[in-house]
């Protein structure tokens, strides 16, 4: 099963003013194969709930309060986007959240979902 891991955090602005159109991008994949996790950076837990319950958030989200998952990942700005293939290595990031990075993203998504790698 391919992964997509979305590393965001409440105080980020483009987390906010793009965040909806991304998560309708992930969403319109999770019956197709792919797992999403969109994972909150460096917060806690009365913090991301108050966001979430603010904005109706469908989403379950992860807490990485520590930063030890982003750090793992080599994240180091938020909104980041990681496509990861279903042999397990990550395909693409994604830093930002634009409108031309959601088209590539889908791009990316359609061909790992056929079982193709994609070259970095």
């Not at 806690?44 to 992860?62: E, M």
């Not at 279903?86 to 061909?111: C, S, Y």
Request: hydrophobic share 40%.
């Amino acid at each position: 099963k391919a992964v997509i891991l979305y590393f965001f955090a409440t105080w980020a602005l483009p987390s906010h003013f793009e965040k909806e159109s991304l998560l309708k991008l992930l969403s319109d994949y999770e019956p197709k194969d792919i797992a999403v996790a969109a994972i909150s950076v460096g917060e806690n837990k009365a913090a991301v709930r108050d966001f979430a319950n603010a904005r109706q958030h469908q989403h379950s989200i992860l807490l990485d309060s520590e930063g030890k998952v982003a750090q793992a990942y080599g994240v180091s700005s938020v909104p980041t986007v990681l496509l990861i293939g279903q042999n397990g290595k990550v395909q693409t990031v994604h830093v930002g959240n634009t409108p031309e990075a959601r088209d590539t993203l889908r791009r990316e998504i359609e061909h790992v979902l056929e079982g193709k790698t994609l070259q970095q």
